[in-house]
């Protein structure tokens, strides 16, 4: 499986937000709003939130296995690294 890093949004500096992402998986699913924040623990990543009816925020996708999330992870992180790198 081909997970691709299309484009990253970074966010104004001070922010625990750092940065959209976008990335596809093997060109065939496009994934829009991945963020990665700065935590108390160092930055991660989230996946995509909607709000329910409840006012509570909820993951929009969910990965179901923990080896994927993790490659997942790995290539926002690396690719948003790069990003910072070039500056």
Known sequence: ???TVTRIYRQPEGR???AFVDLSIDDVLLIKGIRIVQGPKGLFVSM???QGKDKRWYDSIRCLNQEFKKRLDDEVMSAYTKE???E
């Open 1 to 3: 499986m081909n997970i």
């Open 16 to 18: 625990s937000l750092k």
């Open 48 to 50: 995509p939130q909607g």
């Open 84 to 86: 910072i790198d070039k």
